[in-house]
Each structure stands twice: as structure tokens, then as C-alpha cells.
T-cell receptor, first 111, second 116 residues
Framework: GENVEQHPSTLSVQEGDSAVIKCTYS??????FPWYKQELGKRPQLIID?????GEKKDQRIAVTLNKTAKHFSLHITETQPEDSAVYFC??????????FGQGTTLQVKP | DSGVTQTPKHLITATGQRVTLRCSPR?????VYWYQQSLDQGLQFLIQ???????AKGNILERFSAQQFPDLHSELNLSSLELGDSALYFC???????????????FGEGSWLTVV
């Protein structure tokens, strides 16, 4: 079945360092890979997404890379700030139109 | 504000009871998705509707049901509630589905359900 694995489950970095979160997906038909940020008790908010026709996308301090052959994609946050602390979810679309989420990564940025 | 409206925001009810959660999608969005998030857990896909029809089903319990009405709002019905059903229930919407065109999916603020 459709599955998305996300690692690590927790990540602690020093302010200013980079953070990398990795995901793998199982459905080779997946062609849309969004990343969401969720603060405690709040709704998930889209921060960046990538479609299968590109290998990399960047938006200021965040970037996402996609390797369709290996079926994995990664989120890169550079120059991390305390306000980047949150839970990050990767997702991939299934062939029926639903969005399957990874288990989440709790990122802590220490001042 | 994502434009997705969920009510109620908070709900406390007893075991064995039935509740209905309501969702109004963003204007123009035809797809509605329901997700369950338990404490310290991820986002578990429950069910998706597109323009009134069920499109995809996840690990939704038989005690749970949903529907999307002609005006595109959706309701999630949870019955014979158990303590383990306590969770944050999110509704999300998109213009189309996430399969063909990769439409952005926007989440509502969620409905906190506590079963006591």
C-alpha cells in the first residue's frame, strides 16, 4: 500500500546550523510532494512543495530535493532560527488523490 | 487564515456518545479531506470526498462516517465514542485532488475532541 517514511523523528540543532529531514515513499505513481510545518496545537501549514518534473526547489532558507529513481525527497533548512522549531511533515500523493503523510519530525533549534 | 472552517473548535463528550464535526472548504475547492491526529501522533488519513462523492478511504473505523453535501461542506460523524477517539480532527480542502494536478491542500484549525 501507499506509505511514507520520515526520518529522523526528532532533530536538535544549534541556531544558525542546517537541518535536513528525509522521506521515502512507496507509490511510484506519486508526483506531488509537499512539506508542512505544524506548531503546537495549530494546523499544518504548507511551507514548500515539489512536483515530479523538477529535482530541486528553493525558497529563501528552505529547499527540497527529489530523487524519483530512489523514491526519496528531503527538506533542507539553512541558517536555522528558534522560530523554525516545530513539527515538520512530508507527504506524497496517492493514486486516488489523497495525501499520505510521514510520521513527522520534531525540530528543536537551540538559541 | 486558510479559508477552511471547522466547527466546533473544542468538544468534550462521554464514552458511547455520538458527535458530528463540520467543515466548510475554501471557496471554490471541491475536495475535502479528513485527518485524525492523536497526541504526539502523525496525521492519519481518514477519508476524502470530491464534489460530493467519496474518493478515497483510509483507516477509518466503521463507527465513523462522513459525507459531503451539495454545497460542498462536509460532516464527519463519530459514534459509540471510546477514550481512544480523543484527538484533533482536521479537515482540509483543495481545488481538485492531489493526484492529477498536485493541488495545494489547505488545513482548517481542527476540532479538538475529548472523550471522557
Amino acid at each position: 500500500g501507499e506509505n511514507v517514511e520520515q526520518h529522523p523523528s526528532t532533530l536538535s540543532v544549534q541556531e544558525g546550523d542546517s537541518a535536513v529531514i528525509k522521506c521515502t515513499y512507496s507509490d511510484s505513481a506519486s508526483n506531488y510532494f509537499p512539506w508542512y510545518k505544524q506548531e503546537l496545537g495549530k494546523r499544518p501549514q504548507l511551507i514548500i512543495d515539489i512536483r515530479s518534473n523538477v529535482g530541486e526547489k528553493k525558497d529563501q532558507r528552505i529547499a527540497v530535493t527529489l530523487n524519483k529513481t530512489a523514491k526519496h525527497f528531503s527538506l533542507h533548512i539553512t541558517e536555522t532560527q528558534p522560530e523554525d522549531s516545530a513539527v515538520y511533515f512530508c507527504a506524497a500523493n496517492g493514486n486516488t488523490g489523497k495525501l499520505i503523510f510521514g510520521q513527522g519530525t520534531t525540530l528543536q533549534v537551540k538559541p | 487564515d486558510s479559508g477552511v472552517t471547522q466547527t466546533p473548535k473544542h468538544l468534550i463528550t462521554a464514552t458511547g456518545q455520538r458527535v458530528t464535526l463540520r467543515c466548510s472548504p475554501r471557496s471554490g475547492d471541491l475536495s475535502v479531506y479528513w485527518y485524525q491526529q492523536s497526541l504526539d501522533q502523525g496525521l492519519q488519513f481518514l477519508i476524502q470526498y470530491y464534489n460530493g462523492e467519496e474518493r478515497a478511504k483510509g483507516n477509518i473505523l466503521e463507527r465513523f462516517s462522513a459525507q459531503q453535501f451539495p454545497d460542498l461542506h462536509s460532516e464527519l460523524n463519530l459514534s459509540s465514542l471510546e477514550l481512544g477517539d480523543s484527538a484533533l480532527y482536521f479537515c482540509a480542502s483543495s481545488v481538485g485532488t492531489a493526484s492529477s494536478s498536485g493541488n495545494t491542500i489547505y488545513f482548517g484549525e481542527g476540532s479538538w475532541l475529548t472523550v471522557v
